[in-house]
């Protein structure tokens, strides 16, 4: 019931298209959903978190959907760029132990000039 | 921005040594400490959350005794792996909980390697 399921495995997308990378959780106690941007060899960087109790947040390039009802969020990436190159993680925690975080499995996505 | 850093970012050490990872909270004090692992091309798990003052507190499957935390202060934790073995080598990331926001920060990561 701690699984956060992330989707697709790996994205390729062409310079100035839209990324989106999807994930699903099980455990209703989840109240915070952050993203996170890895490059090889470093440690994650948040990208952009949300509550439930918004649907929709939106900093910049990168909009996070969330569905409450279906338990699913998603990342998109406006005007995705070669420098998003990366892995990316989706991952969920209970705001009590809001650092305690389950990941979800990675995606790599690869945008080409 | 607020900054952990670890250190060594990288080791090498042969099978049955002990090698200790810091974690420090540059400029801000943490309340509390995560330890993850990850594994090459795989997600980060959470191997134990460490209070200042307390045990360790280790997720399931995770021996407390192969890797020790120690939170001696506010602003650094350890990981100790105890008698390594190849099948420890990995990537090992600490995360922070700034104290009074709560804002969560991760450091840059300790590669371990044991030949």
């Known amino acids: 019931q701690q699984q956060v399921k992330q989707s697709p495995q790996s994205l390729i997308v062409q310079k100035g298209g839209i990324s989106i990378i999807n994930c699903a959780y099980e455990n209703t106690a989840f109240d915070y959903f952050p993203w996170y941007q890895q490059f090889p060899g470093k440690g994650p960087a948040l990208l952009i978190a949300i509550r439930p109790d918004v649907s929709e947040k939106k900093e910049g390039r990168f909009t996070i959907s969330f569905n409450k009802s279906a338990k699913q969020f998603s990342l998109h990436i406006m005007d995705s760029q070669p420098g998003d190159s990366a892995t990316y993680f989706c991952?969920?925690?209970?705001?009590?132990?809001?650092?305690?975080?389950?990941f979800g499995q990675g995606t790599i996505l690869t945008v080409h000039p | 921005g607020a900054v952990v850093s670890q250190h060594p970012s990288r080791v090498i050490c042969k099978s049955g040594t002990s090698v200790k990872i810091e974690c420090r909270s540059l400029?801000?004090?943490?309340?509390?400490m995560f330890w993850y692992r990850q594994f090459p091309k795989q997600s980060l798990m959470l191997m134990a959350t460490s209070n200042e003052g307390s045990k360790a507190t280790y997720e399931q499957g995770v021996e407390k005794d192969k890797f020790l935390i120690n939170h001696a202060s506010l602003t650094l934790s350890t990981l100790t792996v105890t008698s390594a073995h190849p099948e420890d080598s990995s990537f090992y990331i600490c995360?922070?909980?700034?104290?009074?926001?709560?804002?969560?920060?991760f450091g840059e990561g300790s590669r371990l390697t044991v030949l």
């Open positions: 995360s922070a909980n700034k104290m009074n926001t709560g804002e969560l920060f």
């Open positions: 991952a969920a925690s209970i705001s009590t132990s809001y650092g305690k975080l389950t």
């Open positions: 400029d801000f004090q943490a309340t509390t």
